[in-house]
T-cell receptor, first 114, second 114 residues
């Protein structure tokens, strides 16, 4: 199956680090993504990681991938109020007869408190 | 360059009514798709298209039709609306069907069926 699970809520204080976790069940996933959804808007791609990588860093964002445990995490350093949003992880099996088909997690609502 | 444009933003239908959700992109993207977003369930793929004249079913296609007569437009039709179709609908597009061609999302259409 292609289930992607996330916790629904996370609350952090401004300036702290946030860690959003995701587990997936399909070991053949080739790429894993993190998307951000701000209120009233669509999803925006934050970053992605190829399945042969363990870690990817992009400014305040660090993605960790544990293939053995099928666990993906997104760490946001120095979390700001503008980071408040819903964060979705997603996986793709690559190109199978065409189609950029992603399976999305349930989303984690991040709330940043002052 | 407007990106992905969805209309309308909000819609209320009565059970049994039909309507079309519009999606247009001006980025010359080959791949387009429709997702629905429901609380606690993430985004689920309804239909997708890898190019003009080509469409295929996603995870939850029942009750929806699509067509792709042009590269720019990918309308989603509800033939006979049901309360179970109350959801937020997102259209997304990408340059091609590959991992390094990120999905661009519209801002969504919030549909309520009474």
């Amino acid at each position: 199956g292609e289930d992607v699970e996330q916790s629904l809520f996370l609350s952090v204080r401004e300036g702290d680090s946030s860690v959003i976790n995701c587990t997936y069940t399909d070991s053949s996933s080739t790429y894993l993504y993190w998307y951000k959804q701000e209120p009233g808007a669509g999803l925006q791609l934050l970053t992605y990681i190829f399945s042969n990588m363990d870690m990817k860093q992009d400014q305040r964002l660090t993605v960790l991938l544990n293939k053995k445990d099928k666990h993906l995490s997104l760490r946001i350093a120095d979390t700001q109020t503008g980071d408040s949003a819903i964060y979705f992880c997603a996986e793709t099996l690559g190109i199978t007869g065409g189609g950029n088909k992603l399976t999305f997690g349930t989303g984690t609502q991040l709330k940043v408190e002052l | 360059n407007a990106g992905v444009t969805q209309t309308p933003k909000f819609q209320v239908l009565k059970t049994g009514q039909s309507m079309t959700l519009q999606c247009a992109q001006d980025m010359n993207h080959e791949y387009m798709s429709w997702y629905r977003q429901d609380p606690g369930m993430g985004l689920r793929l309804i239909h997708y298209s890898v190019g003009a004249g080509i469409t295929d079913q996603g995870e939850v296609p029942n009750g929806y039709n699509v067509s792709r007569s042009t590269t720019e437009d990918f309308p989603l039709r509800l033939l006979s609306a049901a309360p179970s179709q109350t959801s937020v609908y997102f259209c997304a597009s990408s340059y091609e069907s590959s991992y390094n061609s990120p999905l661009h999302f519209g801002n969504g259409t919030r549909l309520t069926v009474t």
